[in-house]
């Protein structure tokens, strides 16, 4: 009698392995998870003490959502790596809420928009059959070459309208970091070749501190514990105009939330289902829920994470499960996070250089298997991820149109994927396929 073994994905780590792989996770994806509730809380004219309550919540929520999304229950989740952190899609429409109708309005709007993703989710689910491979290897190359500008951001220091942002120490730092990640990657194999990306964080950091560019002020002031209490900035309030236009900007993360499951199932061997993507939206939704009933906002998958996977080959889900928890005591425990955010920023930009490199080259290993002799598919792929690549290579080039326009024509993932579907369609003339990831109509059943 033989037993079946287990998918990559299902496998539970030894504990050890799964703090210091969901740690690395968590390292990665920090900085992008605080940036939305400072960018608001500053927009917003808040204080101090009300953009650290945002930011706990931020966390905590975050780390709730991952553990929903990666762990599941019912019909929510798609129990895949996913590691979830507030979209910054839903940023500039809550800042335009915030300003017009109050922050109370932000989080009903939140809310409401949450539970009409719960409610699209079979709907939109089945949008996957019009994703064949040409379309998939093209979402995916968009997505690893648009997270480059944050690698350079990073790299330079974080923030670009400082005087010393793009410091040569920086830069340095940086390569340090790459140096570091990249020796141990090529030197080492098993667990310690699999946190590479930790290891560069961490000598990384242990330079910037001896150099005098990074210090942990900020442990010693913040508290040891503190919990956020739902509504702490009152009861939310809802109206139709912010409704819809959160609800727009949550039907541009269900795109992108598309992109990030096929990414992800690809890097782990495990095709994303009509179910999977079904699963993954009502999580998105009922996320972005708890997002707007304790004081944070809406949530998607972090497309940072996706480079880790592909570089570490650490594909089980309870990895991620456990940055949730990680981000969860973080929440609960402010020194912790106050910790983790010492890590300086051109260290992150260092070890983002390598994954998102990552996420680039497994879409070009998708597109190595399409048939491009005799076939429309190389223009497919050229107009569909040079369109995708525009907001990114020039942010500026939208400025001039609506705000709502706006919203849709600033993410790449959403022009690259909506250009790559109609030009297969038109030009490949074919019927959208049933199965774009390798799933059976049975298994496309929600």
Same mark, same amino acid.
């Given at each position: 009698?033989?037993?079946?073994?287990?998918?990559?994905?299902?496998?539970?780590?030894?504990?050890?392995?799964?703090?210091?792989?969901?740690?690395?996770?968590?390292?990665?994806?920090?900085?992008?998870?605080?940036?939305?509730?400072?960018?608001?809380?500053?927009?917003?004219?808040?204080? #101090?003490?009300?953009?650290?309550?945002? %930011?706990? !919540?931020?966390? /905590? *929520?975050?780390?709730? @959502?991952?553990?929903?999304?990666? =762990?599941?229950?019912?019909?929510?989740?798609?129990?895949?790596?996913?590691?979830?952190?507030?979209?910054?899609?839903?940023?500039?429409?809550?800042?335009?809420?915030?300003?017009?109708?109050?922050? #109370?309005?932000?989080?009903?709007?939140? %809310?409401? !928009?949450?539970? /009409? *993703?719960?409610?699209? @989710?079979?709907?939109?689910?089945? =949008?996957?059959?019009?994703?064949?491979?040409?379309?998939?290897?093209?979402?995916?190359?968009?997505?690893?070459?648009?997270?480059?500008?944050?690698?350079?951001?990073?790299?330079?220091?974080?923030?670009?309208?400082?005087?010393?942002?793009?410091?040569? !120490?920086?830069? /340095?730092?940086?390569?340090?970091?790459?140096?570091?990640?990249?020796?141990?990657?090529?030197?080492?194999?098993?667990?310690?070749?699999?946190?590479?990306?930790?290891?560069?964080?961490?000598?990384?950091?242990?330079?910037?501190?001896?150099?005098?560019?990074?210090?942990?002020?900020?442990?010693?002031?913040?508290?040891?514990?503190?919990?956020?209490?739902?509504?702490?900035?009152?009861?939310?309030?809802?109206?139709?105009?912010?409704?819809?236009?959160?609800?727009?900007?949550?039907?541009?993360?269900?795109?992108?939330?598309?992109?990030?499951?096929?990414?992800?199932?690809?890097?782990?061997?495990?095709?994303?289902?009509?179910?999977?993507?079904?699963?993954?939206?009502?999580?998105?939704?009922?996320?972005?829920?708890?997002?707007?009933?304790?004081?944070?906002?809406?949530?998607?998958?972090?497309?940072?994470?996706?480079?880790?996977?592909?570089?570490?080959?650490?594909?089980?889900?309870?990895?991620?499960?456990?940055?949730?928890?990680?981000?969860?005591?973080?929440?609960?425990?402010?020194?912790?996070?106050?910790?983790?955010?010492?890590?300086?920023?051109?260290?992150?930009?260092?070890?983002?250089?390598?994954?998102?490199?990552?996420?680039?080259?497994?879409?070009?290993?998708?597109?190595?298997?399409?048939?491009?002799?005799?076939?429309?598919?190389?223009?497919?792929?050229?107009?569909?991820?040079?369109?995708?690549?525009?907001?990114?290579?020039?942010?500026?080039?939208?400025?001039?149109?609506?705000?709502?326009?706006?919203?849709?024509?600033?993410?790449?993932?959403?022009?690259?994927?909506?250009?790559?579907?109609?030009?297969?369609?038109?030009?490949?003339?074919?019927?959208?396929?049933?199965?774009?990831?390798?799933?059976?109509?049975?298994?496309?059943?929600?």
């Amino acid at each position: 009698m033989t037993t079946q073994r287990v998918h990559p994905v299902d496998e539970v780590l030894p504990l050890r392995q799964l703090f210091t792989f969901g740690l690395q996770h968590v390292l990665v994806m920090y900085a992008g998870a605080v940036a939305v509730p400072l960018i608001l809380g500053s927009a917003m004219g808040l204080t #101090s003490a009300q953009v650290v309550l945002l %930011i706990n !919540a931020n966390l /905590l *929520t975050s780390g709730v @959502a991952t553990l929903i999304q990666t =762990l599941g229950f019912w019909k929510f989740g798609a129990r895949l790596p996913l590691i979830q952190g507030c979209s910054f899609i839903a940023l500039a429409p809550m800042i335009m809420i915030g300003k017009e109708f109050g922050l #109370s309005q932000i989080f009903g709007a939140v %809310i409401a !928009a949450g539970f /009409l *993703t719960i409610a699209l @989710a079979p709907v939109f689910s089945r =949008l996957l059959r019009f994703f064949p491979p040409v379309v998939i290897g093209s979402l995916i190359t968009i997505i690893g070459i648009s997270l480059m500008p944050a690698a350079a951001i990073w790299l330079g220091g974080g923030n670009p309208d400082s005087p010393d942002f793009g410091r040569p !120490a920086s830069l /340095l730092l940086g390569l340090a970091t790459v140096s570091v990640t990249l020796v141990i990657y090529a030197k080492f194999s098993g667990f310690i070749g699999n946190l590479s990306v930790l290891i560069g964080l961490f000598v990384g950091s242990l330079i910037a501190a001896a150099c005098g560019m990074t210090h942990f002020n900020r442990v010693s002031e913040a508290a040891w514990f503190e919990l956020s209490a739902p509504m702490a900035f009152g009861a939310p309030e809802f109206s139709l105009v912010p409704i819809l236009i959160m609800t727009l900007a949550m039907l541009v993360i269900m795109a992108e939330t598309t992109g990030n499951c096929l990414a992800i199932g690809k890097l782990v061997g495990k095709p994303t289902t009509q179910q999977t993507l079904g699963n993954a939206f009502r999580a998105d939704g009922l996320s972005t829920m708890l997002g707007g009933l304790f004081n944070s906002f809406p949530y998607n998958a972090f497309t940072q994470n996706t480079g880790l996977i592909a570089l570490s080959s650490i594909k089980s889900r309870f990895v991620v499960a456990a940055a949730g928890a990680i981000m969860v005591l973080m929440g609960l425990f402010p020194k912790l996070g106050a910790l983790i955010a010492a890590v300086p920023t051109p260290v992150l930009g260092g070890c983002a250089i390598v994954m998102f490199g990552m996420t680039t080259v497994a879409g070009i290993q998708e597109l190595s298997r399409v048939q491009f002799e005799g076939t429309r598919n190389a223009i497919i792929v050229a107009v569909s991820v040079s369109v995708g690549v525009l907001p990114m290579s020039f942010p500026a080039l939208f400025e001039h149109v609506g705000p709502t326009l706006k919203l849709v024509l600033d993410s790449g993932i959403f022009l690259g994927a909506i250009t790559a579907i109609l030009l297969n369609l038109l030009l490949n003339k074919q019927k959208p396929s049933t199965d774009a990831v390798g799933a059976s109509t049975a298994e496309l059943a929600d």
